[in-house]
């Protein structure tokens, strides 16, 4: 049975001192919720995973880069490897964000080489995809994300694909408080889940978690996550507020 995530995304937000106490909130939260049914993901800044990871209970909670380097070592300035991220406790990374491909320019072939490092060093890639408003407009949204996984994940061997996850992420909801219909979600990931199977075998598309991210919050989690193709969320600005997080951890 695949599992459910519910991962924060919380971005360039927090000092370290905040981001500790934020997080051992939600640890805390988490523990007297008696969820167990849930991964719970905090993506956290490069400087606070240590911090963080000290700061929760490890089994209730796991910590996420939000980004690694598309290099295993050497005269990078400023890049922070998969091996680095892997050393701090970390367990997941945060690969392909619009974020990162909109800002920072990264390609697929960019990509390919992050997802392989984060796979080498025992990380799990939460994978990211998703179409700009335009894409949505001209109904191009299936062949454009379709064309994203192509170049990237779906390279993959059946063995490593089975090891990360999907966040589907329409770019016109990131932030913006308009949400993907619970309709246009569950069409998105049901066709992403059909394109895995075509790809690696119907056992390996079942045993995918494909998540939804894009303003989703405490009030409309439970219906999303009610969708037999949603398997949660990866959140933004809701994961920066410890009840509002948790809201979303316990709609299933």
């Not at 993959?156 to 219909?181: C, M, N, R």
Request: charged share 20%; hydrophobic share 40%; proline share 2%.
């Amino acid at each position: 049975m695949r599992k459910k995530i519910v991962a924060g995304n919380w971005k360039c937000n927090t000092t370290v001192q905040e981001g500790v106490e934020l997080a051992k909130e939600v640890s805390e939260l988490v523990a007297k919720s008696g969820v167990k049914n849930v991964v719970v993901v905090l993506g956290t800044p490069f400087t606070h995973i240590t911090s963080v990871v000290g700061a929760v209970d490890s089994q209730l909670i796991d910590v996420a880069a939000q980004n690694c380097a598309a290099d295993a070592k050497g005269a990078f300035t400023g890049e922070v490897s998969a091996a680095m991220v892997k050393s701090t406790g970390a367990t997941h990374v945060i690969l392909g964000h619009s974020e990162r491909r909109e800002y920072y320019g990264e390609t697929s072939a960019t990509l390919n080489k992050k997802v392989a490092l984060a796979l080498a060093n025992g990380l799990t890639p939460i994978y990211c995809c998703g179409e700009a408003l335009s894409i949505r407009e001209a109904n191009e949204q299936n062949a454009y994300v379709k064309t994203q996984l192509d170049e990237t994940i779906f390279n993959l061997s059946p063995e490593d694909f089975s090891k990360l996850a999907i966040a589907y992420e329409p770019i016109w909801a990131i932030g913006t408080g308009v949400t993907a219909s619970t309709a246009q979600a569950q069409e998105m990931l049901a066709y992403i889940r059909g394109l895995i199977a075509d790809k690696f075998g119907k056992v390996v598309a079942e045993e995918t978690s494909i998540l939804y991210g894009g303003s989703c919050n405490a009030k409309n989690a439970p219906e999303l996550f009610s969708q037999p193709d949603i398997d949660g969320g990866l959140i933004g600005g809701a994961s920066l507020k410890a009840e509002d997080f948790l809201g979303i951890i316990t709609a299933y």
